[in-house]
Every structure is written in structure tokens, then in C-alpha cells.
């Protein structure tokens, strides 16, 4: 079954053309089944190549998903026309009264501020209460999953002495786990950011469990087994030129930056980099999408009551 996003999205004629099932709404109405409603609270600077990265990954399972684009009510964006958000975003405070089955919080690029000095830290903070009882199944992804632990356990980012930059491998640390079903001992992914979160800080809270990782880059994946959550500190939903476009980027601005390590082939910059995260970024989210339809209530208003908080 396909993802339902509207027609009119970017996302939509990308993903038709990459041979993603995608339906509208329109159509999707007209299937008598229990879609699964999936939001995407995006806090990243280019909403529109981040809509279609994690529309491409969650419209890939067999299910019928409902995705919602969700914004914070205290910020808006300067990167996005105003047209685009108000077409298809919906701000946090006016879907309060709605229920999740998931929920996915974006990284944002403010890495090197105390969460406390993030302008929308306050509202963010009502969104993890809110999710609470309203969400059945929260995954916050690099920035997104620092703040959720750090909101709900106290776990501080740490500044690195230089930038994680590039594709590294991780290792399968719970094979057992239904989010790594199908997943091989060791898998790549990219990595691009200037904090980390530390093991030693992750492994003495019982709720906690470490899923991805290696002693290069520390945790990746980390399951939080009391909120039915996820935090993913890299990037599986990277398209194959993002790496290399922040590259090119900091070039052109001058800032100071490495080759983002083991991407580029022969570590030539003129090599067009090869997609070796791919299938696991399909597997992982195919997961989180699986567990979610085989956990969550029919009955949306359900969602929540079952938690142990």
C-alpha cells in the first residue's frame, strides 16, 4: 500500500518517478482500511528535500500511512516560502487534539546552542509531554534524539574537537531487536554533525538500550523501551548527494571542513559518491513502521492509554 501525501507536495511527482507507491487523498478515502497516521515535525533549514527523504523511507512498507507535516506554532522558517508552509505544514498547537500512531522529530542545525537558548525549546518541550499520551511511537532523529533524551533522562550533548563528517560503520549491537530485523552485523551510514551523546551517560538508565554503534562515533541507535521511542543520532534518510552538497557548501563559503571520510570512491572528489546506506535506511524505518502496526490500538483514541509511564 502507498504513502497518502498530497499531489501537489514536491515530494509526490519525486518519489512517483523513483517508482515509490503514492496515493492522494482523494483516493486514499476512498480504501475502507485503518491507515497508520504518521507525522514529521520538520526542523530542518530545507524542508522540501527533507519531506521527500523520510516520505521516500516510511511510504516504502506495504501499509496504507497518512503523513502529516508538522511545524513549531513559535518559529517560523526562513529557509521555506511562507506559501509552502502554509500549504502543506500544520503547526504543533493546532493538532494537540489529534493522536499518532508515529511520530518523527528532524534534527535542526543548532547543534552548538544549550537546548534552554533554542527559541522553540519551550514549545518542543510540550510536544514530548503531549507525545507522552497522544504518540504512540516517538523516533527523533540526530538533534531531535539528543533533545528527547535530554529532555526525558538529563543526557547532555557534547561538543566534539572536530566534526563527524562522513560514512562510518556501525555495529549490530542487539540482533535480537524487531528494529534490526534483517539488519547484518555491521552496516554504513552517514554521519554529520558536531555533538555526541556518550555511552557511559546511555547504559546506567535502565529504560535505555543501545542498538547501533561503535567506538569510532559512539551510540547511533538508541531504543527507549518505557516510551516505545526511538533516537537516531545519523542519517540513514540522506540522499546519495547530501553529503557531499554540505561539502560543497562549506567550500563555497569558505568555511574550514575535511572530506567527509570513506564517501567518495578512492577519496576523489571528482567520483560521484555510491549509495551504501540505502537498504538498511528502508530496513530500520520498515521496522519502525512494523512494530508500530503490530502494537497500536485500532481505535486511535486508544493511543496512549496503554503506555507505562
Avoid at 77 to 93: G, I, V, W
Avoid at 115 to 135: G, I
Avoid at 257 to 266: Q, R, T
Amino acid at each position: 500500500m502507498p504513502i497518502n501525501i498530497p499531489e501537489t507536495l514536491p515530494a509526490y511527482q519525486v518519489l512517483q518517478d523513483e517508482g515509490v507507491m503514492v496515493m492522494s487523498t482523494e483516493k486514499a478515502s476512498r480504501q475502507d482500511i485503518r491507515p497508520l497516521n504518521i507525522g514529521l515535525l520538520n526542523l530542518m533549514p530545507e524542508k522540501i528535500k527533507t519531506e521527500t527523504q523520510f516520505a521516500r523511507l516510511i511510504g516504502a512498507t506495504p501499509l496504507q500511512i497518512n503523513l502529516t507535516l508538522l511545524s513549531m506554532s513559535s518559529h517560523k522558517s526562513k529557509t521555506t516560502s511562507a506559501e509552502h508552509m502554509e500549504a502543506f505544514y500544520e503547526p504543533f498547537a493546532e493538532v494537540r487534539h489529534r493522536k499518532y500512531d508515529g511520530l518523527i522529530v528532524t534534527g535542526a542545525p543548532i547543534e552548538h546552542l544549550p537546548y534552554e537558548d533554542v527559541t522553540y525549546w519551550s514549545e518542543l518541550c510540550e510536544l514530548f509531554e503531549w507525545a507522552e499520551h497522544s504518540v504512540h511511537s516517538l523516533f527523533g532523529i540526530c538533534w531531535g534524539g539528543m533533545a528527547m533524551l535530554y529532555y526525558w533522562y538529563g543526557i547532555e550533548k557534547h561538543m566534539l574537537a572536530e566534526k563527524a563528517f562522513g560514512c562510518y560503520s556501525l555495529n549490530n549491537l542487539a540482533p535480537s531487536s524487531p528494529y534490526l530485523r534483517g539488519f547484518s552485523d555491521e552496516c554504513v551510514i552517514p554521519i554529520s554533525r558536531w555533538t555526541e551523546v556518550k555511552e557511559s551517560e546511555i547504559g546506567p538508565v535502565p529504560e535505555l538500550r543501545t542498538l547501533l554503534g561503535s567506538d569510532a562515533t559512539g551510540p547511533c541507535l538508541v531504543e527507549d523501551r518505557r516510551r516505545r521511542a526511538l533516537a537516531i543520532f545519523n542519517h540513514f534518510e540522506y540522499d546519495s548527494e547530501t553529503l557531499n552538497n554540505e561539502y560543497r557548501r562549506d567550500i563555497r563559503k569558505g568555511v574550514p571542513i575535511k572530506k567527509p571520510v570513506n564517501y567518495y570512491p578512492k577519496n576523489d572528489t571528482a567520483l560521484p559518491p555510491q549509495n551504501r546506506w540505502r537498504s538498511h535506511g528502508h530496513l530500520l524505518y520498515g521496522n519502525w513502521i512494523n512494530e508500530i502496526y503490530q502494537t497500536a490500538p485500532y481505535d486511535p483514541k486508544r493511543i496512549g492509554a496503554g503506555k507505562t509511564l
